[in-house]
């Protein structure tokens, strides 16, 4: 495709709106620069050189550590922590993501940590980044309103994300960040100890309940999640709300597995 001139500022705006939905979110420098003049332009004359030396092997970023050993460090500060306070300040601590580097924070939680109900979302969004709590941008308020329609909301609802950080451009968080941040939703759901969790699109229930099958064959079916070695409770696996977003035509199937929760919580004595 060739570049184009931006003749209004409704171009301009379709320009930047393809560009946030590309990923680029942040501009460095001040003035535009014209890249493809840039690329047409023939390169400055070579002044004579001595011969480069050979490349040193490449430097690893250190504020991000190597997959596994990140793993292991997040496991180990995960089960340190007695608290969701402690874990949160962990979780603040660790440099092991590198999805922190990108995030403008760590979005740990809402809702009343030891609610009955614990819901566990994919990864924070844009709207989540910038405001630091989890399911607030659209597909937030449509959780909230399928919430109050079993009667629930955020004070009797404990809500986090398998990982806590952003993932640029909203893309799915890859299996090793997922990894990475596992232990700390692990200790999360352990540390709120809810009756009943449910996880909400592909990553969060094929991570946290270990199946393979896609969301869309197995929702509505009650697993077991294993909160803490010999401790089970109940978990319903759900559609995510971004989904019903894009195919509202599968929120009777939603609508199906709110009623099995609410009355699996009737249930509770
Ligand atoms: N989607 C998620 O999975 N989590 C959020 O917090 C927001 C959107």
Redesign the pocket.
Same mark, same amino acid.
């Given at each position: 495709m060739s570049p184009r001139e931006i003749a209004d500022e409704a171009d301009a705006l379709d320009v930047l709106r393809w560009w946030g939905s590309a990923g680029v979110e942040h501009l460095y420098e001040d003035a535009p620069r014209n890249r493809f003049e840039e690329a047409t332009r023939p390169p400055p004359p070579r002044a004579a050189r001595p011969a480069p030396a050979p490349a040193a092997p490449p430097v690893m970023a250190p504020a991000v550590a190597a997959p596994d050993a990140a793993a292991r460090t997040a496991a180990e500060w995960a089960a340190q922590a007695h608290t969701l306070v402690a874990l949160r300040e962990a979780m603040l601590r660790f440099d092991g993501c590198a999805l922190k580097k990108t995030a403008t924070q760590l979005?740990f939680a809402d809702g009343a940590p030891g609610a009955a109900v614990m819901i566990v *979302? #994919? +990864? @924070? *969004?844009g709207? #989540?980044d910038r405001i630091g709590r @989890?399911?607030?941008?659209r +597909?937030?308020q449509l959780l909230d309103r399928m919430l109050a329609a079993i009667g629930l909301d955020r004070t009797t609802v404990y809500?986090a994300?398998v990982v806590p950080w952003r993932p640029p451009g909203n893309r799915t968080p890859t299996p090793q960040e997922t990894a990475i941040c596992v232990p700390f939703i692990r200790r999360q759901i352990e540390l709120c100890a809810p009756r009943i969790l449910v996880t909400?699109?592909n990553p969060?229930t094929q991570t946290l309940l270990g199946v393979k099958e896609g969301i869309t064959r197995i929702r509505g079916g009650w697993r077991a999640y294993e909160i803490a070695p010999g401790r089970s409770v109940p978990a319903l696996p759900t559609l995510? @709300? +971004?989904y019903l977003l894009r195919s509202p035509a599968a929120k009777r199937w939603s609508w199906l597995d709110l009623r099995a929760l609410r009355a699996a919580l009737d249930g509770l004595v």
């Open positions: 979005v *979302g #994919e +990864a @924070p *969004g709207d #989540e @989890p399911f607030v941008g +597909a937030g809500i994300n909400m699109g969060s995510h @709300p +971004a």
